[in-house]
């Protein structure tokens, strides 16, 4: 091995002693208040506010700077602090926030450098989720694809699962261990299923649950996959687990509806379970208690606090001071099994609901039940025994069903299990066991079954069945008879599979699944689960878009039609002489039912032009005093349309007081007159009277629109003949051709019509303005304002 030079190991010693500084600086930064803003003496409400506020601003899947999510992870760990009393106190003590540390003692871990630095031992030990060195609490909770499909799924409709995502290199994943610790440590003890998937080694079971960033937490219910979005707060999580949970599985119970919930016991052929406690809010152990159980038992739960319950605690003496619950099967007025302790744990309340799943004689209403309540023989030591009572819901067998109910309450042997069946309901079942035989029910039949197949050994009792007491006596003698000889059961039968009875709540079912789906997709939604979405998204706006696209084009095209059928004879005459109609020619609806028209003097000519906004133009039409009224209406109707957009602006200006800023103008772009090729005409013109610019104020470029007569009375035909080919320009010639016109005789009317057609063409222009096509004369400034030039 070389040693290094003297010089290099410098440069090492060095770099690591930046690093290890910009580390002590950066922990010894962090100061909870500054990061949400509040003071020490803020109230706790105050910061749960401020902390809502920054949690959704900062949130990375809103906020797309970034350095949102390491903000996010900032805020979110000072929430933790400030919002626990403990850590807080120990921080304005100590300064300390770390929660392995001892209160009031420095930080442990480091050792001498040369004699004269300090430094943390574990600098170089990042506590990433890598394989040679996993965090053993993640390694036990592990989940593999197999292991997930064969376990967690199928254990997941008897309680939820919380999944945290890793990988490898996943700064964010440590901030959130110590709250994932704590959590996980919290909800395992109610019986929450935990899971760990490392995206690394197990990348199909994460493309599998939809998982495609680090860190995620998802909980699983029912077979179903839901993400967790807000804040990895343990609060949060705990919320997060009890959401996942049917929203109808806990019953309130009061004075009121306690007869109604407990007789409900024969319809839904379960026990009911009572649990009375001082809390307002079922608590989450409840919850899971009664999602695992929900096949067998209905769940309520009894508020102590309310003035409705007392009359169910003095009915059940029931004592206030530690939690109680009570079972009850077919007999409402008395509990089957009582269980009361203070701080009750998982494995006392689900041993004492295991005992008590079944009524004393429950009906069979499907093959599941009839498995669990007459299992198949396994060994001669576990041998059981079903008396089955084949009876009728009529009124009728009401007495013989109170005896049999009597009969199996008062037995005590485990391997006999008493049931009945209606015979309507189940009539495969009754007719294999009654086959061949003069026997109609009520009838009890003892069974005994040997395999999986159906097969089962039985005995009708004889007799039949009435529920009097020469009936019990038989049937008692029958059943002692059987624990010493089990070969008195000397028929043979394959028995059918039971119907499931249950089958005609399959709407309602339904309908709750429906109703849980349509939960799930808005919460996507809200939650921009984008990826997940978008396919569906994808398909629901492609059909709407076939559905609706081609009517909504249809009615447009429609109206079109209905408005060019039938024409105003104003706009029919601007029709036949070329002039477009300025209907639908924006992109945006006018906003006003006016035109904002402004003129442009030496006050506003400022505001108006040289220091108009960029992107913004200014729309100038050029007139005269004689003119003004003429020309203003018609440039207002012609530009009505593109008032909508938010970029133009409208203005004119009176060319018989500022004549000399219009020879100005032209005079520094003497293309734009010049672009017809009759440059000698354009230097001689002075009649402006009906031109159009558009002026850009902030990149100093103008469009001209040069006024277009297209009427059909004699003077405007020789106006465009003595224009020659220069067309698009009126032609008004020189000064003395002006007072040559002057002096001939013509009527006010057919003067005013021929102004009123220099604007014919003007909506044609503005679209070619709106597209960018018109061709664009730059200025190297703009000429001044000032002067007025005097009338002549």
Not at 97 to 121: I, K
Request: charged share 25%; with cysteine.
């Amino acid at each position: 091995m070389k040693a290094c030079s003297r010089g290099r190991c410098v440069s090492v010693v060095t770099l690591y002693l930046v690093l290890l500084s910009a580390l002590v600086k950066s922990a010894s930064e962090f100061d909870p208040y500054k990061v949400l803003g509040v003071s020490k003496s803020s109230s706790l409400a105050d910061i749960k506010k401020v902390y809502k506020q920054l949690a959704k601003e900062w949130h990375p899947d809103k906020n797309k700077n970034p350095e949102a999510e390491d903000m996010f992870i900032k805020i979110t760990k000072s929430y933790e602090v400030l919002s626990n009393e403990e850590k807080r106190a120990n921080y304005d003590r100590y300064g300390q926030v770390d929660e392995n540390q001892q209160y009031g003692q420095p930080q442990q871990g480091y050792r001498h450098f040369h004699n004269g630095f300090y430094f943390d031992e574990s600098f170089f030990h990042f506590p990433f989720n890598n394989k040679g060195n996993r965090d053993p609490a993640d390694s036990k909770y592990t989940l593999h694809y197999n292991q997930y499909v064969s376990e967690v799924v199928p254990d997941s409709f008897r309680r939820p699962y919380l999944i945290k995502i890793t990988s490898d290199w996943c700064f964010s994943c440590i901030h959130i261990e110590p709250v994932w610790k704590e959590t996980v440590q919290e909800l395992e003890a109610l019986g929450v299923g935990i899971g760990v998937v490392d995206v690394g080694y197990e990348r199909r079971l994460a493309n599998h649950l939809g998982a495609h960033r680090t860190p995620s937490i998802l909980g699983v219910i029912n077979g179903k996959a839901t993400f967790f979005h807000y804040a990895v707060v343990r609060e949060h999580l705990k919320q997060f687990v009890e959401d996942l949970l049917p929203q109808r599985l806990v019953e309130k119970v009061t004075d009121r509806n306690d007869e109604e919930f407990l007789n409900s016991w024969h319809e839904q052929n379960k026990p009911h379970v009572l649990l009375f406690d001082q809390v307002p809010v079922v608590p989450l152990l409840f919850k899971l208690t009664a999602f695992a159980f929900k096949d067998y038992l209905e769940f309520g739960y009894v508020d102590q606090g309310l003035s409705e319950t007392a009359n169910l605690l003095r009915q059940f003496n029931i004592n206030t001071y530690a939690p109680t619950m009570l079972v009850f099967k077919e007999n409402t007025d008395k509990p089957a099994d009582i269980i009361q302790a203070k701080g009750m744990k998982k494995q006392i309340i689900d041993e004492f609901i295991s005992n008590n799943k079944f009524l004393l004689a429950p009906r069979l209403v499907n093959q599941k039940l009839f498995d669990e309540l007459c299992p198949v023989k396994q060994f001669h030591r576990r041998r059981k025994y079903c008396v089955l009572l084949i009876t009728g819901e009529e009124e009728s067998f009401t007495a013989g069903n109170k005896a049999f109910l009597s009969l199996a309450s008062s037995n005590t042997k485990e391997v006999l299990r008493f049931t009945y069946v209606y015979q309507r309901q189940q009539q495969s079942l009754c007719e294999t066991l009654l086959k061949s035989r003069d026997i109609a029910p009520p009838q009890v039949v003892i069974l005994e079954r040997r395999n999986a197949a159906g097969k089962a050994l039985y005995k009708p009792v004889t007799g039949g069945w009435n529920g009097s007491e020469e009936d019990k006596r038989k049937l008692l003698e029958e059943l002692e008879l059987l624990q010493k000889d089990p070969s008195i059961l000397n028929y043979d039968a394959t028995l059918p599979e039971l119907n499931n009875e249950l089958a005609s709540m399959f709407l309602i079912q339904w309908i709750y699944t429906a109703y849980d789906y349509l939960i799930q997709i808005r919460d996507d939604l809200l939650h921009n689960n984008w990826r997940e979405m978008m396919p569906l998204l994808s398909l629901i706006f492609s059909a709407l878009f076939i559905l609706f696209g081609t009517v909504i084009i249809q009615a447009f095209s429609d109206s079109g039609e209905d408005k060019q059928s039938k024409p105003k004879a104003k706009d029919a005459a601007k029709s036949e002489n070329g002039s477009p109609s300025t209907a639908g020619t924006s992109s945006r609806p006018p906003k006003k039912n006016f035109v904002e028209v402004t003129e442009l003097t030496d006050i506003t000519y400022t505001s108006n032009l040289v220091k108009l906004r960029p992107g913004h133009i200014n729309v100038v039409l050029v007139l005269t005093d004689a003119s003004k009224n003429v020309l203003l209406s018609k440039f207002a109707k012609e530009v009505y349309s593109f008032t909508g957009s938010l970029t133009l602006h409208f203005s004119f200006l009176n060319v018989d007081k500022h004549s000399e800023w219009m020879d100005a103008l032209l005079e520094v772009a003497p293309e734009a007159l010049a672009a017809d090729g009759d440059e000698d005409e354009a230097s001689h013109r002075a009649d402006y009277t009906g031109y159009v610019l558009a002026l850009n104020g902030h990149k100093k470029y103008l469009c001209l629109f040069r006024p277009v007569y297209t009427g059909e009375d004699l003077d405007a035909k020789s106006s465009e003949e003595e224009g020659g080919a220069g067309g698009g320009r009126s032609r008004s010639g020189s000064r003395e051709e002006q007072h040559h016109r002057k002096a001939v005789p013509r009527s006010r009317s057919t003067s005013t019509l021929q102004i009123h057609h220099k604007l014919d063409r003007l909506g044609l222009w503005m679209e070619r303005l709106m597209e960018g096509t018109l061709p664009r004369y730059y200025i190297p400034a703009w000429p001044s304002l000032e002067k007025i030039t005097t009338n002549k």
